[in-house]
């Protein structure tokens, strides 16, 4: 019911993701907000990056911009990691019936809190091309999913891809001084997003987003999944890297 459908596939394949609009309802959404604003008012007061109650709270300028591992403080989350409605495209996409869940983290972007992410590749988060990783699966044996909070539009600092970068592999951008010389910016698509709705993404395509400058925030719900044997480091947060059943 949940697989990929032909035009997920080559989307998967040609772009480096796909999505898929509103698969949680508006009661789960508000589950996910409503758990999401406790752990930012946990993060009130702190100074510097910390762990707590098995989430680390990662501060930069004396504000959040993500939280690490947020099935720590906030259990209730940890049951999205495992419906099939992301776990089988996932089980499609790796080629594995199992795999280790290890990102459960939430993002935050208010108005005018300067937080981006430089463009990147999920591949450099993961240690490729260090004893940290191995391609298992020879696809990159990893694959993310992202879940708009709030609407994402083209004006709170959404997400952008740069489409087809997906097929050049690990490009270790995080070792260039400007990782846009490495791709064409002029055909950055941003990510339109009512919340419920699910983005899945191979790890070698190139993304990033700039600050927020609307008078919106912008939060989004991440979980990441790699194939049995593929990671080989130790993630922030209680419970990092569980094995789950996918399909």
Request: with cysteine.
């Amino acid at each position: 019911m949940f697989d990929l459908t032909p035009a997920e596939k080559r989307a998967f394949e040609e772009d480096g993701y796909f999505l898929r609009k509103d698969l949680f309802s508006p009661k789960e959404v508000k589950e996910v907000s409503d758990a999401i604003d406790a752990i930012y008012k946990m993060s009130k007061g702190l100074k510097e990056t910390q762990v707590l109650k098995g989430t680390q709270f990662v501060m930069e300028r004396g504000v959040l911009s993500r939280a690490v591992w947020i099935g720590g403080a906030k259990p209730e989350l940890l049951r999205y990691g495992t419906d099939p409605r992301i776990t089988t495209p996932v089980a499609t996409i790796l080629g594995s019936k199992e795999a280790d869940q290890l990102i459960c983290q939430a993002h935050f972007k208010f108005p005018g809190d300067g937080v981006e992410y430089r463009w990147h590749q999920d591949s450099e988060n993961r240690g490729y091309g260090t004893p940290d990783w191995t391609d298992v699966n020879g696809r990159g044996s990893y694959v993310q999913t992202l879940m708009a909070v709030d609407p994402m539009t083209a004006d709170n600092g959404p997400v952008q891809f740069a489409p087809g970068t997906g097929k050049r592999g690990h490009l270790a951008l995080d070792q260039m001084e400007d990782p846009s010389k490495a791709f064409d910016t002029s055909k950055l698509v941003p990510l339109i997003l009512s919340p419920g709705t699910v983005a899945f993404f191979g790890p070698y395509v190139i993304h990033g987003s700039l600050p927020n400058p609307s008078d919106a925030p912008r939060r989004i719900f991440i979980n990441g999944y790699a194939c049995p044997g593929a990671n080989h480091k130790k993630y922030p947060g209680d419970g990092a890297g569980r094995r789950i059943r996918l399909a």
